[in-house]
């Protein structure tokens, strides 16, 4: 999904996603590049959540060269199986 979401992004010139999330999940954000903003609030019917950012072109600058995998799929065009 996050592909998709990245590929959709960036063919429409968006620059950023802004998110929320339990406080519980936020190192499975993390690890697809998103960063914690210093806010949080309580949802109506999820209890307490914390808002993530991410910034595309960030991530596109310092991690199009990394040889990690969550930056090898995002960044990878020869990927028949999804198509935006």
């Known amino acids: 999904m996050l ?3 990245y590929d959709f992004a960036r063919k ?3 620059t950023d996603f802004v998110m929320y999330t339990y406080p519980r ?3 499975i954000y993390r690890s697809a590049f998103f ?3 210093d806010m949080t609030f309580k ?3 999820w209890g307490e959540v914390c808002v993530m950012h991410l ?3 960030a991530i596109e600058e310092k991690y199009s060269q990394s040889s990690g995998p969550t ?3 995002l960044f990878a065009t ?3 199986n999804f198509l935006v």
């Open 3 to 5: 592909k998709l979401a």
């Open 71 to 73: 930056a090898r799929l």
């Open 12 to 14: 429409r010139g968006i």
């Open 78 to 80: 020869d990927l028949p």
């Open 43 to 45: 949802h109506p019917s």
């Open 35 to 37: 960063r914690r903003v």
């Open 25 to 27: 999940l936020q190192s």
């Open 55 to 57: 910034d595309l072109l």
